[in-house]
């Protein structure tokens, strides 16, 4: 595959689908991003608690989770759990996911990588809508043995059915040395999900792909992922985007759309994003999912999944999905109305060190800029 950068947006007139609807077109729009919050140590996601607090949610990578609130950022933390945690490179407190009745239950839930460099899924509680959670209340759900210390994955989040996914990297080094991701008898490379409510330490949803089959892990609902970073459902279709993080040739974006059943393979490492890789020529790929989505490496170095923005501050933004290259600093984006595959639009070139993107409680979206310690808000109007 010949490699071409992304189209830079130029102006032009708002798209009509075939049912005449307006549709989004992210050539169409300026992107901008405004600091709302700095003064973090290596910030790697901003969200929120679905409580009606309205407060952003910033997860350091050293490990720890701190507030802010009407533009003002608490001075304790949340959570700390810093004597627990491995931080540097690809491993610390990568991933925060609060439970859909967190109001009421308090529970939420973290992936870190231990003092052992190994993954760990646990759940702490935070009552009575409390500001601080209680380090004492810690359950480990999930512990994963890293072989290597890069490729952890991290994304934690709920999905549209009340079940936590959780993505895990191929277990790190390069090429997947171990063939984690076409694997099915281990957990590494792959799209877990459990059902948190029921089960000791968790239980496996009925409709979960490969439960009893024999070899087969059964939490996985999909595999072939080599580190998928940053993962979102869409909150109005619930189809889910994954941003998968490339080899050395290309950085994709995938996407399952809702309602369809587990067991997707999205082919890593037979294939990187859309060529062959093991075998380099003439690799089989029937049965894979190709990418919505890929740019060359070279032009970053690792994609950002990010989210389709559902807010309403900004209604050119409304309905584009968009996602970063951390290293290159670009904000990208799609029109999830196209079926692809699609060349992703550069909407932004930035200095920032985007690490993640976020949503507030309203479906307003944000970054976080791992340098510089900041968090952002994506913003934009036509052009």
């Given at each position: 595959?010949?490699?071409?950068?992304?189209?830079?947006?130029?102006?032009?007139?708002?798209?009509?689908?075939?049912?005449?609807?307006?549709?989004?077109?992210?050539?169409?729009?300026?992107?901008?991003?405004?600091?709302?919050?700095?003064?973090?140590t290596?910030?790697?996601?901003?969200?929120?608690?679905?409580?009606?607090?309205?407060r952003?949610?910033?997860?350091?990578?050293?490990?720890?989770?701190?507030?802010?609130?009407?533009?003002?950022?608490?001075?304790?933390?949340?959570?700390?759990?810093?004597?627990?945690?491995?931080?540097?490179?690809?491993?610390?407190?990568?991933?925060?996911?609060?439970?859909p009745?967190?109001?009421s239950?308090?529970?939420?839930?973290?992936?870190?990588?231990?003092?052992?460099?190994d993954?760990v899924?646990?759940?702490?509680?935070?009552?009575?809508?409390?500001?601080?959670?209680?380090?004492?209340?810690?359950?480990?759900?999930?512990?994963?043995?890293?072989p290597?210390?890069?490729?952890?994955?991290?994304?934690?989040v709920?999905?549209?059915?009340?079940?936590?996914?959780?993505?895990?990297?191929?277990?790190?080094?390069?090429?997947?040395?171990?063939?984690?991701?076409?694997?099915?008898?281990?957990?590494?490379?792959?799209l877990?999900?459990?059902?948190?409510?029921?089960?000791?330490?968790?239980?496996?949803?009925?409709?979960?792909?490969?439960?009893?089959?024999?070899?087969?892990?059964?939490?996985?609902?999909?595999?072939?992922?080599?580190?998928?970073?940053?993962?979102?459902?869409?909150?109005?279709?619930?189809?889910?985007?994954?941003?998968?993080?490339?080899?050395?040739?290309?950085?994709?974006?995938d996407?399952?759309?809702?309602?369809?059943?587990?067991?997707?393979?999205?082919?890593?490492?037979?294939?990187?994003?859309t060529?062959?890789?093991?075998?380099?020529?003439?690799?089989?790929?029937?049965?894979?999912?190709?990418?919505?989505?890929?740019?060359?490496?070279?032009?970053?170095?690792?994609?950002?999944?990010?989210?389709?923005?559902?807010?309403?501050?900004?209604?050119?933004?409304?309905?584009g999905?968009?996602?970063?290259?951390?290293?290159?600093?670009?904000?990208?984006?799609?029109?999830?109305?196209?079926?692809?595959p699609?060349?992703?639009?550069?909407?932004?070139?930035?200095?920032?060190?985007?690490?993640?993107?976020?949503?507030?409680?309203?479906?307003?979206?944000?970054?976080?800029?791992?340098?510089?310690?900041e968090?952002?808000?994506?913003?934009?109007?036509?052009?």
């Amino acid at each position: 595959m010949a490699e071409r950068s992304p189209a830079s947006p130029s102006p032009a007139a708002t798209r009509l689908s075939p049912a005449g609807e307006e549709r989004f077109d992210p050539r169409a729009i300026r992107l901008r991003l405004r600091a709302v919050a700095a003064g973090f140590t290596a910030p790697l996601l901003v969200t929120h608690a679905g409580d009606g607090s309205g407060r952003l949610f910033v997860v350091e990578q050293v490990g720890r989770i701190r507030t802010v609130g009407e533009g003002e950022t608490e001075p304790q933390p949340f959570l700390d759990i810093a004597s627990l945690v491995t931080a540097g490179g690809e491993q610390g407190l990568l991933g925060l996911a609060f439970h859909p009745q967190f109001e009421s239950n308090g529970r939420f839930f973290v992936n870190y990588t231990d003092r052992s460099g190994d993954t760990v899924v646990a759940e702490y509680r935070a009552p009575g809508g409390s500001d601080r959670a209680e380090p004492g209340s810690a359950r480990v759900l999930l512990r994963i043995d890293q072989p290597f210390s890069n490729h952890n994955g991290g994304a934690l989040v709920f999905g549209p059915d009340g079940f936590l996914y959780i993505a895990t990297g191929d277990g790190g080094s390069g090429g997947d040395p171990m063939g984690n991701g076409q694997r099915l008898d281990t957990l590494l490379g792959k799209l877990l999900r459990i059902d948190v409510d029921r089960g000791r330490p968790y239980g496996i949803p009925e409709d979960n792909p490969f439960l009893g089959r024999s070899g087969a892990r059964p939490e996985i609902w999909a595999y072939g992922l080599r580190n998928p970073w940053r993962l979102s459902f869409d909150r109005e279709t619930g189809d889910l985007w994954i941003g998968d993080v490339g080899q050395g040739a290309l950085e994709e974006i995938d996407r399952a759309r809702a309602g369809r059943p587990g067991g997707l393979n999205y082919g890593w490492n037979v294939m990187e994003g859309t060529d062959c890789f093991s075998p380099p020529e003439g690799c089989d790929g029937e049965g894979l999912v190709r990418p919505v989505a890929v740019y060359p490496t070279g032009l970053g170095c690792a994609v950002v999944g990010g989210h389709v923005y559902r807010g309403s501050q900004f209604p050119a933004l409304r309905g584009g999905y968009f996602f970063a290259d951390f290293c290159a600093g670009v904000i990208f984006a799609l029109d999830p109305n196209d079926p692809g595959p699609q060349e992703p639009v550069i909407v932004l070139r930035s200095n920032h060190a985007i690490s993640s993107f976020g949503e507030d409680e309203e479906g307003e979206l944000y970054v976080t800029d791992l340098r510089s310690g900041e968090v952002l808000q994506v913003t934009g109007e036509p052009r």
